[in-house]
Antibody, heavy 127, light 110 residues
């Protein structure tokens, strides 16, 4: 049974860096999926942050790209999110997810559905 | 402002058939797969429909998805009280090179 579990500080000060880790169990992170982060601000909708393939290929939300870095730690079967220079607008529940990969007829490679999700972790940005 | 447009709310009575729409453009729905997620308060979203009309194992066949042009729909037949939840559509967007979500639809079972 594949499970994902987010971990990290629940409170980050403005202008500092948010760092979260997602530990994957029941599946090898090197086995051909994208691994992504999605956030949800309180009472609002879902926002994709970014995704990383096991080879290190990344896709980032253009609105966050300048502040985001995703990485994969194959030795510990986990992947991580780093978001720099946070503000109150970054306060949200953060989910990690396993995401499929599409290689379509145009030769494009992109992120497919998020089929397994972590339970989510709330991160509040406040001084 | 979401790249995919969903109605903020929908409702139906038990046993009815309800549809939720998701409108996009040629850069997302028009050229790529659409997925649907179900979310209950305080819990993580759950994949309900993937690649336009495919159901993951365990999802009842009361749930179905379709796509036509730059729009997609989620249909729920034989509506039950336990279907009351938020529903989100999502797709890859070629212009953004990223995943875009709809704003979500809150389904109420009357």
């Amino acid at each position: 049974q594949v499970q994902l579990q987010e971990s990290g500080p629940g409170l980050v000060k403005p202008s500092e860096t948010l760092s979260l880790t997602c530990v994957v169990s029941g599946y090898s992170i090197t086995s051909g999926y994208y691994w992504g982060w999605i956030r949800q601000t309180p009472g609002k909708g879902l926002e994709w942050i970014g995704s990383i393939y096991n080879t290190g290929t990344t896709h980032y939300n253009p609105s966050l790209k300048s502040r985001v870095t995703l990485s994969v730690d194959t030795a510990n079967n986990q992947f991580s999110l780093t978001l720099r220079s946070v503000t109150a607008a970054d306060t949200a529940v953060h989910y990690c997810a396993r995401q499929g990969r599409v290689l379509d007829s145009r030769g494009y490679n992109y992120v497919d559905a998020s089929d397994i999700w972590g339970q989510g972790t709330m991160v509040t940005v406040s001084s | 402002q979401s790249m995919l447009t969903q109605p903020p709310s929908a409702s139906g009575t038990p046993g009815q058939r309800v549809t939720i729409s998701c409108s996009g453009s040629s850069s997302n729905i028009g050229n790529n797969y659409v997925h649907w997620y179900q979310q209950f308060p305080g819990t993580a979203p759950k994949l309900l429909i993937y690649r336009n009309n495919q159901r993951p194992s365990g999802v009842p066949d009361r749930f179905s998805g379709s796509k036509s042009g730059t729009s997609a729909s989620l249909a729920i037949s034989g509506l039950r009280s336990e279907d009351e939840a938020d529903y989100y559509c999502a797709a890859w967007d070629d212009s953004l090179s990223g995943v875009v979500f709809g704003g979500g639809t809150k389904l109420t079972v009357l």
